[in-house]
């Protein structure tokens, strides 16, 4: 393995057998063959056959396979059969279902992979990170994750965060000097970057090295956490909810078992009935239905833009009580531009600079200059104020790159949303001169001079004043506001932060950035679903409150705070005021983690909105972190549990309505299943007590739960989407999902469907004999929790929320009723699943009575349920 540390770069690009215009694609496709794909092993994905036999794996599943082998032991083949193929089928379905929602969660992930930029062909373009190849020129920014090691090649101050590799959490200033050691640390190749570390400041453009696993985290890395996600809170307490459940029911199943063998009952058949009672009764489906609600629900969000990078978000979501916003971009369209332009004293429109004029010439140069953005044929790339600066140059016809050529850059130091300035150093007319720009504020506490058409002289306390006047004037009105100044620079010193000082004002630029129209709709969403809007911007902070207030985000001045301010505070002091601030202006990434974990400790649940490379730890702070997709870094994509692919806040009030409804859906479908059970228990345990004969026999009550149940249970979980859900308040995190509200229906709706199960039991024992009437049991039961399956599509009422509303529950209805009839009225099905030919006007009976709690229910709710 060459030493690439070693060399010159010349010797770098000829190992490599690459230019610093980097691959073409031919060349790209062959080192793909040779080296393959740029990531690391991960653990194997399991085949459809491992999922099959897992569904097989279930405690309860295997307490039926027993009940089979025993029951073929004692000679009773048909019940083994039946039990077999109900089982078959059962896995069948479950392994449809982990598939589905596994290649959704899949695809969901893909969507959120990590990106490089690499010079192709001569072009910048943007890839996938694990489509590097080794030769390819890397080009890497602050906020970028570096995706294969690699030997800089061009270095601006890179400063580079190496803590996976070497644990040393103080960032990395390198050089691309080669260095003349044979064995060097990995934290000493300063002319080096390394896969899993990430840009803190600076850039550089670097040749790639070693990609995937023979990378220095390829070495130590094992093999990567497999695919699977782990369970989330709701899953996880939905799991030890269930274990409990499981033990009560087991020992209902064990003291059903002792009445009927107390009473004299065959012992095959009374023990077939307690395990089938125990499937029936425990809702095994409790952590897999969350699965799928998720894998859906995600897939949908993100259709409207938002993706989900961590599942536990969704639940979180439905809870969020504030929501901190940046500005620019988030809240506006991030498509600025330049209005006004001061300098000289006076303020201009934007195109009545005058190119004699060599002051005003020299602004609208430092404006393109001064600038990392380009515009070519009508494609704007970079940052968007500086794109509105290169546009602003362009109505004066000056373009960007043949000045860039003509004013060549030297060097620079890289904007920083701490610092808030950017600097460059361009050979201009024999000297070489540091342009600066940047806020306002920062930039004049750094000026000493100004040169105005007079000449240049020593900046006093009353320019300071009518500059300030001029900003206040144009931040009123709602536009950005940069300040310019320069410096003339030592000509082979290489510049650093220190030299931002004692500079020379030449003017400001003004900037119009509208907020998005949608902005507003989604902010008055906010506020009528319980959620305080918070917007949080390094911009100035009157025209963070003019946006603000056109949004409906501010009523009163006194909401703005300034980051300054809090700064004064004390932790204790700003969680008393968080809740009277609506807009922080001027802040830096750091007062954002106080901002939200004041908002935490008032017990709120926080969603923080962030992009740059400082971003990271508030977003890992806030409850649910959202990154931005477009102008976002990947540093803040991964510190994310939630990407913007659109910038957008309206989509983060649409995720919000998602969350909750996704949260509602889940909790609705379990409700239905455990209702279901109740209804099948309490008939069970009331003929028990009542020594009346049983109610069913096993197959029965494994045909309802393992087929006819678990459809209707999904078609809930993909309920569409009400409106009325962003009337209501955020759902307090810390409530269960199976709250007291919760227990109380199910139990009423269960005694429901048992009293209609009971009766139709009843009236086959009085008018025919016991076969009969435990068919009309079951029929009746499955029936009434096909019919349920109506009910607990919402808390509203089936005329609210429209019957046909949702198409999947009338396809899991209509695929129920086939089976059923099937075993109804199939004299072959009949045998094997013990039921007795009925009359039509025992039919009658059945349709009517599993029709009761659906009725009962519906005008209950129409009658009391309030917001009907
Ligand atoms: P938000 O925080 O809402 O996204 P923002 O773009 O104003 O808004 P930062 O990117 O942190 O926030 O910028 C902070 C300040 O730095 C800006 O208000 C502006 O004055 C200045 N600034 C922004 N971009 C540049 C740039 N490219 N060069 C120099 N100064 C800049």
């Keep these: 393995m060459p030493s690439f540390f070693k060399m010159s770069l010349t010797e770098v690009l000829k190992t490599l057998n690459v230019t610093k215009a980097g691959l073409t694609t031919e060349e790209v496709e062959e080192r793909r063959k040779q080296y393959g794909y740029n990531e690391l092993a991960e653990g194997k994905r399991k085949g459809i056959i491992q999922v099959f036999i897992e569904q097989f794996k279930d405690f309860l599943v295997i307490i039926l396979i027993i009940a089979a082998l025993i029951s073929a032991f004692l000679g009773e083949i048909e019940s083994t059969i039946v039990i077999l193929v109900v089982l078959i089928l059962n896995a069948i379905l479950g392994t449809v279902q982990h598939m589905k929602a596994e290649a959704s969660l899949n695809s969901l992930k893909s969507l959120s992979a990590p990106n490089a930029k690499v010079l192709r062909d001569g072009q910048i373009i943007e890839i996938p990170s694990r489509e590097v190849v080794v030769g390819d020129i890397l080009s890497l920014d602050a906020g970028d994750f570096v995706s294969a090691d690699g030997r800089i090649i061009e270095n ?24 003349q050691q044979n064995e060097v640390p990995i ?111 995600t897939q949908k969000m993100a259709k409207e833009n938002a993706i989900v990078r961590k599942l536990h978000a969704v639940e979180s979501l439905g809870s969020i009580s504030v929501i901190c916003s940046d500005k620019t971009g988030t809240l506006t369209q991030n498509k600025m531009t330049v209005q006004k332009v001061y300098v000289d004293h006076q303020v201009l429109e934007h195109g009545e600079l005058k190119m004699d004029n060599p002051l005003e010439k020299r602004m609208v140069l430092m404006c393109l200059l001064c600038n990392d953005a380009v515009t070519i044929e009508n494609k704007e790339i970079g940052d968007p104020t500086e794109v509105a600066l290169v546009n602003f140059g362009e109505e004066h016809h000056y373009d960007e790159l043949i000045m860039r050529e003509k004013y060549v850059r030297i060097d620079e130091l890289p904007f920083d949303s701490n610092r808030k300035l950017m600097s460059t150093v361009n050979q201009y007319e024999g000297k070489h001169l540091m342009f600066t720009k940047g806020a306002v504020d920062v930039l004049l506490s750094r000026v000493e001079y100004i040169e105005t058409s007079e000449g240049i002289r020593r ?39 220190e030299d931002e000082y004692g500079l020379t004002f030449v003017g400001l630029t003004a900037m119009m950035d509208p907020p998005r129209e949608e902005s507003h709709e989604a902010v008055a969403a906010c506020i009528g679903a319980g959620i305080k809007p918070v917007m949080i911007t390094g911009d100035h902070k009157i025209t963070a409150s003019a946006i603000a207030r056109q949004i409906g985000i501010l009523k009163d001045d006194s909401e703005a705070v300034e980051g300054m ?51 990271g730890p508030a977003l890992k702070q806030a409850d649910i972190g959202v990154a931005m997709g477009i102008t976002g870094t990947e540093v803040a994509k991964e510190a994310s549990s939630m990407v913007l692919t659109d910038d957008n806040f309206s989509t983060i009030v649409k995720a919000i309505s998602n969350g909750r409804s996704i949260y509602a859906n889940i909790q609705n479908s379990i409700k239905f299943l455990l209702s279901g059970n109740t209804g099948a228990v309490l008939t069970v345990l009331y003929a028990s007590f009542f020594a009346l004969p049983v109610p069913f026999v096993a197959v029965h009550l494994l045909f309802i739960n393992l087929l006819t149940d678990s459809l209707p249970a999904i078609a809930i979980g993909l309920e569409p989407y009400n409106k009325k859900i962003m009337k209501e308040k955020p759902r307090d995190i810390h409530e269960p999902l199976l709250n007291k509200a919760f227990a109380g229906r199910v139990l009423f709706e269960g005694i429901l469907i048992a009293i209609s199960t009971l009766i139709a039991f009843s009236i086959g024992l009085s008018t025919s004999d016991h076969m009969v009437a435990s068919t009309m049991a079951f029929a009746t039961l499955c029936l009434a929790r096909l019919l ?17 509303s949702n198409q999947f529950i009338w396809y899991a209805f209509i695929i129920g009723i086939v089976l059923l009839h099937l075993v109804l009225l199939v004299p072959g099905l009949q045998g094997i699943f013990e039921i007795a030919v009925l009359s039509p006007s025992e039919l009658g009976s059945i349709y009517a009575l599993a029709f009761m709690p659906l009725i009962v229910i519906q005008v209950y709710r129409v009658i009391f349920v309030k917001n009907n």
């Design 459 to 497: 900046f006093t306390e009353k320019d300071h004043e009518e500059i300030e006047g001029i900003n206040q004037n144009f931040s009123k009105n709602g536009l950005r506001v940069l300040a310019f100044a320069y410096k003339e620079m030592e000509m082979d010193h290489s510049v650093s932060l």
């Design 565 to 615: 301010e809090i700064e004064k505070w004390s932790d204790e002091m700003l969680k008393e005021r968080v809740a009277d601030l609506s807009v922080y202006a001027r802040v830096s990434p750091e007062h954002k983690i106080r901002i939200v974990k004041a908002w935490q400790e008032k017990g709120n649940v926080v969603a923080m909105t962030g992009d740059g490379v400082n971003d």
């Design 788 to 804: 349920h399956g109506f009910n607990s599509r919402s808390n509203q009422s089936l005329f609210k929320i429209g019957v046909f």
């Design 187 to 297: 934290a000493d190749k300063k002319n080096m970057v390394f896969s899993g570390s990430y840009v803190t400041y600076g850039r550089a453009v670097v040749a790639v090295t070693n990609i995937g696993m023979d990378t220095e985290i390829g070495k130590i890395a094992n093999l990567l956490e497999s695919a699977q996600e782990k369970k989330t809170p709701l899953q996880a307490s939905l799991d030890e909810f269930g274990k409990k459940l499981a033990l009560l029911i087991i020992g209902i199943a064990i003291l059903i078992f002792a009445l009927d063998m107390w009473r004299g009952h065959d012992l095959v058949d009374s023990f077939m009935f307690a395990v089938a009672l125990a499937v029936a009764a425990i809702p095994e489906a409790l952590s897999s239905i969350v699965t799928i609600v998720l894998a859906f629900g």
């Design 156 to 179: 601006h101050s890179l400063q580079v965060n190496e803590s996976s590799l070497t644990g040393e959490s103080l960032s990395v200033l390198k050089d691309e000097e080669p260095i």
